[in-house]
């Protein structure tokens, strides 16, 4: 009985936080995120503000999560269902890349929500170090015997590359196209580019364990 109570909490939580997101995302696309309150997004969702604080700090994170929702999960996620044979690197690259340029997020309408918006750039931007705890227990969870801190080590650095990937190809130089800031570049290939100087660093990771 209370595992059931639990998971029909932890539904209903789900629920809430997805409500909350697409009363975020829908309002700033109807108002402008500027002219999007708080108070507006909970009513819309049918939760109180003090609900939505639960849930979320600002108005900036309820829009953006409404695009990235559940990524850092999603990432985590991948890592861990790859087969053992593909390396660690492999496994996380491809995770990160596939996640971050998934077709059915929304489109077109959404990012340009969020690229003409500095505050949401800004957050859109810092969603990727929300990715470092999950993933460190996948990488954990792929190598038996390492520790834990190697896998926090080795997750904040992929979060601080996604990172870096992200604010190149969202927040190009302002001075380009007359101060319009705009996508730069293929995203996969800056995820890949930015995520390669790890790579030595996570097959050094999987090959330490079986040399004890």
């Excluded at 957050?123 to 999950?134: G, K, L």
């Excluded at 954990?140 to 080795?154: F, I, K, S």
């Excluded at 570049?185 to 996570?202: C, F, I, V």
């Amino acid at each position: 009985m209370t595992t059931r109570r639990t998971g029909l909490r932890e539904q209903k939580k789900q629920a809430t936080r997805e409500a909350l997101r697409r009363a975020a995302l829908r309002l700033a696309l109807e108002r402008g995120p500027d002219n999007v309150r708080v108070d507006d997004i909970a009513e819309a969702a049918g939760v109180s503000p003090r609900t939505y604080n639960n849930y979320f700090s600002s108005r900036e994170q309820a829009i953006v999560a409404a695009v990235t929702a559940e990524r850092e999960t999603r990432v985590a996620t991948a890592v861990v269902a790859r087969p053992a044979r593909v390396r660690l690197a492999d496994a996380v690259i491809e995770a990160v890349v596939a996640q971050y340029t998934d077709p059915s997020e929304p489109g077109r309408d959404a990012l340009l929500l969020i690229i003409t918006s500095p505050a949401l750039r800004d957050t859109f931007v810092d969603t990727a170090t929300a990715m470092e705890h999950p993933l460190a227990d996948a990488i954990a969870e792929r190598l038996p015997g390492a520790d834990r801190y190697t896998a926090r080590v080795l997750a904040a650095s992929v979060a601080a590359a996604v990172r870096v990937a992200l604010e190149r190809w969202i927040q190009p130089p302002a001075a380009a196209n007359g101060g319009l800031v705009v996508p730069s570049g293929s995203l996969p290939d800056l995820l890949r580019a930015a995520l390669a100087p790890l790579t030595p660093a996570l097959n050094a990771a999987e090959k330490r364990p079986s040399q004890r």
